[in-house]
């Protein structure tokens, strides 16, 4: 049989609108038939009508009169208006539908019954026996009925032209497709793609040409028939997709680029008329071929919605020009064309509508209508919604029709939906029909769960930056422009640590430990402070309250606090982003336990485990926090490191780790790989989990591990958590230690909730010491009356010359930094220690001046 001839062949099942290429595009003329009811609707309704009663599409209602809107337009009539109609002219013309059974033609070359193709023939059809089932188009088998005005009208599908084709693909990508249809099955078996090869997830039949070709004429005669007025929309059920299609590349399914030729043939034919394209690509992949087509093309506006995985997700790259994946929302279009290109990138499988409205609310109806497109696509591919294994997402019907009821509001209802992918048969024919009805003009259906996701929210804002330099709409800006090359930029949190260090020097004695590292970020300045006395002759200067101050290396409890930065809340500026330092709170809540352990006599180590380290080329960006992972591996790293430099060799009664979120990771890794020695020194683990994974405490050779953990740890995790969601909350296991469930939600809050029984808790662990100690303690001077020295005096410059100086292990302070010499560089919280030097002051400590003046009484 010839695919070819049509004669005895069921084309298109019914009715069939006259042919597009006999039809001008005209506007009526004043005087014509059409015209009087152009401007009745135009001014009764407030819209343009496309092309009421044009080649007999048309009203649904009646008897609209001048006259009437005339009425309606006279300001003293300000009651209530009895209905003038007995129903509104809702849809003033009919849905297109491209539908054509030879597109199933193009199937595999070696059939495999058990393991079928996802892009399988029957998707078309299945999407097409929807329609009828619904009602939504009409067929000649089993109806004695013809088709009405109320059924999808019919358009023909046909080839697309050589010249069609290449104002997309070269002429050469043209001609390697022709050849196809020369070669026997067997052939193009063998053709098929190898690793690597730049034929990349395709099958390939004799009849793909014929189909590709049709495919892509079928879009095009949708959209003509949009643009020539003889529908209001259209939807073009149509196979192989295309958005994958590249210049010169056949790639995942697709051969020609449907939507891209569609666009660029109307921009030709209609000029003026259709010079602004917006392309809104649903399909779960994203549409390497579109963004390909326009990238430079101001005219084209390309949104696209797709899992992205990090690049990791279909289509990673290009084997032909050895690109990586450029789905992500850096892609912005190039030229004068910046901003037309807007990819919105999910990070995981599992969206749902909830993150596709926000998406659409946020992002892609404010560029869209600031963009105001004369022409709407969609590359409708359905493998986003629920049930297709491929996209492993949970777009429901529903979702899809709010997404076209949104899209319909644009280029005066000019759009046209083409599909692309979507692989199983009932997701795609129930999300078919939901967005042909809404074409068709019925309202969506209700929408359950419109609360996005974290993940959604975190992407649709990082895409709303991004894009916020290249549209008007879009607010906050993007701060980073205004910051780029301003003189004197510093990251808010290397200045807050600064701040952390001076304070804790100021109250509590507070200094660096030295920490060595191979490329010593400005982040890791003051990043560990530890309490300690120096041994230089600034102690001659202290009372002697405060030369007994704990020392980490002293034979006294310590303290080893592991902790995320302090919290900033703000409210920024709504239009700039910006945030005025007035609209700003920082609180530290991890101070209020320094503060108690200092009064009880516990050494501190205090570590502030950055959430983004401070690269020196990121200078301005937006950076994103650092994956948990890499923080928790990092943090497990900088406590075995105080472990082994500050810990072990010196003499604390008691160690008392504590740690908020990757601090908790941190703690349980290290006790994990170090059963013994943590065994033998740590007295109790507390930890505080608000959003990072839980972690359990388990040995694979010491069964006692998790016991001793169960009994010398305090674990509280936010209430908000998933861990409580999880089956492990049922029934706790002793490995994830004693587990509270916090009533609070935030690390800040539960730092302060559980406070008083935390404490109370290292109290009674280190009773025994304390009993002992009590009766060698001298009553402190009047400390109150000891004059500290100003903040200004110390050095809070970023410590370079640690960095410049590191040496393998730690190493005492540089001789010299005496308070005789330079009072600045004394008491520098920034000067290195040393682990071994000796914890007792080489002087006797002795009253300075002022207090042998006012000697206690
Ligand atoms: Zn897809």
């Known amino acids: 049989m010839d695919i070819k001839d049509t004669s005895d062949m069921l084309m298109h099942d019914g009715d069939v609108l006259t042919s597009t290429e006999v039809t001008q595009f005209t506007h009526p003329s004043p005087g014509s038939q059409n015209y009087q009811h152009e401007i009745a609707v135009s001014k009764g309704v407030g819209r343009r009508s496309q092309s009421l009663s044009r080649n007999g599409a048309g009203l649904k209602g009646s008897g609209l009169k001048i006259q009437h809107c005339n009425d309606l337009l006279n300001p003293r009539l300000d009651r209530p208006r009895p209905a003038k109609y007995a129903r509104l002219p809702y849809a003033t013309a009919q849905t297109g539908l491209v539908y054509d059974v030879r597109m199933r033609f193009h199937v595999e070359p070696v059939p495999n019954e058990k393991d079928m193709h996802p892009e399988d023939p029957r998707r078309i059809h299945a999407i097409f026996e929807a329609f009828v089932h619904a009602g939504l188009a009409w067929t000649k088998t089993g109806s004695e009925d013809g088709p009405t005005k109320f059924h999808m009208g019919r358009i023909d599908a046909r080839q697309a032209t050589k010249e069609e ?9 043209w001609d390697w497709v022709q050849t196809l249809s020369s070669k026997t099955a067997e052939e193009l078996h063998g053709m098929l793609q190898h690793a690597g090869q730049p034929m990349d997830s395709v099958y390939l039949s004799p009849n793909t040409p014929f189909c590709a070709g049709l495919s892509a004429g079928g879009a095009i005669e949708a959209c003509r028939a949009v643009m020539l007025g003889k529908v209001k929309n259209a939807f073009a059920v149509i196979r192989p997709p295309g958005h994958h299609a590249e210049r010169e590349d056949v790639k995942g399914f697709c051969f020609y ?45 390309y949104i696209s919605l797709h899992v992205y995985l990090n690049g990791q997700f279909y289509p990673e790259g290009s084997f032909r020009d050895r690109r990586q994946a450029y789905g992500d929302h850096l892609h912005c279009g190039k030229g004068a064309a910046q901003g037309t290109n807007v990819n919105v990138p999910w990070k995981t499988h599992g969206v749902g509508d909830a993150d596709y409205m926000y998406a659409f609310q946020q992002v892609v109806m404010p560029i869209a209508t600031e963009f105001a497109p004369d022409l709407v696509i969609i590359a409708a591919g359905f493998d986003a919604a629920e049930g297709d294994v491929l996209g492993d997402c949970f777009v429901t019907p529903a979702g899809y029709a709010h997404m076209t009821h949104m899209l319909m509001s644009l280029a005066e209802g000019r759009l046209v939906a083409c599909l692309e992918g979507g692989y199983n048969l009932d997701s795609i024919a129930r999300s078919a029909c939901a967005v042909a009805r809404t074409m068709m003009g019925e309202p969506p259906d209700r929408l359950h769960n419109l609360k996005p996701s974290n993940k959604g929210v975190d992407v649709v804002k990082r895409v709303l930056r991004q894009q916020s330099k290249f549209w008007s709409c879009l607010y906050p800006k993007d701060i980073s422009g205004h910051l780029a090359g301003l003189p004197h930029s510093e990251r808010m949190h290397d200045i807050v640590r600064k701040w952390q260090a001076t304070t804790l020097w100021d109250e509590y004695d507070m200094a660096p430990l030295f920490i060595h590292k191979e490329q010593l970020s400005k982040s890791f300045d003051n990043q560990v402070l530890a309490t300690q ?23 006294c409890p310590l303290l080893i606090i592991l902790h995320d930065p302090p919290e900033v809340l703000a409210s920024p500026d709504p239009r700039t982003g910006k945030l005025e330092l007035h609209n700003t709170w920082l609180t530290d809540t991890v101070k209020t336990y320094v503060d108690w352990a200092v009064k009880h006599d516990f050494a501190v180590i205090d570590v502030n485990l950055p959430r983004h380290v401070t690269a020196d080329d990121d200078d301005t960006e937006h950076e994103e926090t650092d994956n948990v992972d890499y923080r928790t591996r990092e943090a497990t790293q900088l406590l075995t490191y105080l472990w082994d430099n500050y810990v072990e060799i010196n003499e604390s009664s008691h160690v008392i780790l504590m740690g908020t979120n990757t601090g908790h990771g ?12 943590a065994q033998a020194r740590v007295t ?38 998933n861990f409580w969601q999880s089956e ?17 939600a935030s690390i ?19 009773a025994a010491w304390r009993a002992q100690n009590l009766a060698q303690h001298v009553e402190p001077g009047n400390a109150e009356l000891i004059r500290r020295p100003p903040i200004g005096n110390f050095a809070l410059s970023p410590s370079k010359n640690i960095a410049t100086n590191s040496i393998s292990s730690p190493r005492p302070p540089a001789p010299g930094n005496d308070a005789s010499q330079s009072g600045r560089q ?12 000796p914890s007792a002051p080489k002087f006797a400590p002795t009253p300075r001046n002022g207090a042998s003046q006012n000697p206690a009484p």
């Not at 001793?708 to 209430?719: C, K, P, R």
């Not at 909730?753 to 290292?762: I, N, S």
Request: with cysteine; hydrophobic share 40%; aromatic share 10%.
């Open 165 to 173: 084709v290449c104002l997309v693909h070269t002429v050469k990508h």
């Open 257 to 301: 680029d449907n939507v891209s030729i569609a666009t660029k043939a109307c921009q030709r034919e209609f000029g003026e008329k259709c010079r602004k394209v917006f392309i809104l690509d649903w399909d779960v992949h994203h549409g390497n071929g579109i963004q390909q087509a326009h990238y430079d093309d101001p005219n084209v506006l």
């Open 533 to 555: 006395v120096f041994p230089t002759t600034y102690v001659l200067l202290r009372t002697l309250a405060d030369s007994r101050r704990p020392n980490y290396m002293a034979a």
């Open 666 to 677: 941190a703690i349980v890794n290290f006790i994990k790989a170090n059963e013994e020695r």
């Open 684 to 721: 109790r683990a507390v930890s505080y989990v608000e959003d990072v994974p839980f972690q359990s405490c388990k040995s694979a050779t010491n069964e006692d591990l998790a016991k001793w953990y169960f009994y010398s740890s305090l674990v509280y995790i936010s209430t908000l958590h």
């Open 728 to 744: 492990y909350a049922l029934k706790i296991k002793k490995r994830f230690g004693r587990v509270s469930r916090s009533a609070e």
């Open 748 to 766: 800040s809050d539960m730092l302060l909730e559980h406070k008083d029984e935390v404490t109370a808790t290292l109290l009674r662990d280190t």
């Open 826 to 837: 004394a008491k520098s919280p920034l000067i290195g220690s040393a682990p071994k030097e």
